[in-house]
């Protein structure tokens, strides 16, 4: 199984997740929001071979903490993993859009430099900026589009860049999900739950709910769930191998 965003840090008790991630041999991109919250979640996962970290600035909270930009650089070596980054359109954040932009162009320009980063990368609402600003900056490295909600057109664009996709439980829960779960590259799209800001049914999502989203994909690529779970597992290898080389 894979969880490719999920936020081990916000759980009332991350080492019961990661001991229960470990038993069943999950992999997990653990994200994060802000640049101080790295070095700690990065320990949650220590000894845990199948977790890696990524260094997040999430953009509800970039009006907050676009001070901690100059540590997401002093960390960013250390990581090559880098989410959850992005932009977000809605209502509530639009007066902060030019701010968000800044931070987003800053964060890209820093993994370009840096040689490039797998990249979990949140677009709710903001899909056409979001493309835009990889499309500017395409040595940011490899993008992954998470729970990606936006128009065919823009589907389409991001399919055309090459981009990845993590699908998750709540793409399940409406039509339109499900039609954009059905229009993504297999050879590109992963699993995610984003925990535990998702819930299933009353509970926080855990890493292990991606079996939902395992069961959705098996019905709409009309595939046995064994033959999907391997379908996973061969698309992240080619992912991690493609952009950060064999031994990652
Ligand atoms: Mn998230």
Do not use: N
Request: aromatic share 6%; proline share 7%.
């Amino acid at each position: 199984m894979i969880d490719f965003h999920c936020h081990l840090d916000l759980y009332p008790d991350p080492q019961a997740v990661v001991r229960d991630c470990a038993s069943k041999g999950i992999y997990v991109l653990s994200v994060t929001t802000t640049p101080s919250a790295w070095k700690g979640t990065s320990r949650v996962a220590d000894g845990a071979p199948r977790i890696r970290t990524a260094l997040g600035l999430h953009p509800e909270l970039v009006h907050e903490r676009a001070g901690e930009l100059a540590l997401f650089d002093e960390l960013l070596p250390r990581t090559k993993y880098v989410g959850e980054v992005g932009l977000d359109g809605s209502p509530a954040l639009r007066q902060y859009w030019p701010e968000q932009q800044r931070v987003f162009e800053h964060v890209l320009r820093s993994c370009s430099r840096a040689g490039g980063r797998v990249l979990s990368v949140h677009s709710r609402r903001a899909a056409p900026a979001v493309l835009d600003a990889l499309a500017k900056h395409p040595d940011a490295g490899t993008p992954v589009l998470h729970w990606f909600s936006s128009a065919s057109r823009e589907l389409e664009r991001a399919i055309a860049m090459g981009c990845w996709f993590s699908a998750g439980p709540g793409m399940l829960q409406s039509q339109r999900g499900r039609e954009i779960l059905s229009r993504l590259p297999r050879d590109h799209t992963l699993t995610e739950t984003d925990g535990p800001f998702v819930r299933i049914g009353t509970d926080a999502a855990v890493p292990s709910d991606v079996t939902a989203v395992e069961a959705g994909l098996a019905h709409i690529w009309s595939m046995p769930l064994p033959e999907v779970r391997e379908r996973l597992l061969t698309t992240l290898r080619m992912l991690t191998q493609s952009a950060l080389g064999p031994e990652h």
